[in-house]
């Protein structure tokens, strides 16, 4: 698993807005990414829905939201609709490439990635990682924003 200090793995992902290329992404700001283990699924809506309303003081803090599972775009253009849409890309990690590389694949699921949270820099430095990650660990999510530097 890349650990905080270490560079990001680079991917290109198709997504709910076209090709999401982490390199892309990281010329702009700082990228928050999210795996998550399946569209529409209970926590994972929880998750996602989360990382919307939070993505106005995301994008405050310089950092732009990733979010990744191995659902079809078709499933995450669904699911993006169930929770009234979605402002960052859902991605599709189908063949779990960008899960192997981030150590984000499901051990109950190997089919699946688990929930895991990384802040990434803009020199693609990994500055924080909650691998796994849950939603309702609250300072988890402080964490995430205090790597942003938000004070909470």
């Known amino acids: 698993m890349p650990d905080v200090g270490e560079r990001a793995p680079d991917f290109t ?3 709910t807005d076209g090709e999401v290329r982490l390199s892309d992404r990281l010329r702009e700001g700082r990228v928050l990414l999210a795996f ?3 569209d ?3 926590t994972c809506s929880t998750e996602v829905a ?4 939070a993505h106005e003081t995301l994008r405050e803090l310089g950092a732009d939201v990733i979010a ?3 659902d079809s775009v078709e499933s995450h253009r669904a699911f993006a609709e169930r929770l009234g849409g979605v402002p960052f890309p859902l991605a ?3 063949q779990l490439d960008v899960a192997r590389a981030y150590d984000a694949v499901a051990e109950d699921d190997p089919r699946r990635s688990r929930r895991a949270l990384f802040i990434i820099e803009q020199d693609g430095a990994i500055a924080y990682a909650a691998n796994p990650f849950s939603p309702n660990n609250l300072s988890q999510l402080e964490g995430a924003f205090r790597a942003l ?3 909470v």
Do not use: I, N
């Open 13 to 15: 992902l198709p997504s």
């Open 36 to 38: 998550y283990f399946e």
């Open 40 to 42: 529409a699924t209970p």
């Open 50 to 53: 989360a990382l919307k309303d």
């Open 68 to 70: 990744v599972s191995a």
């Open 92 to 94: 599709s990690d189908g």
């Open 149 to 151: 530097g938000l004070e």
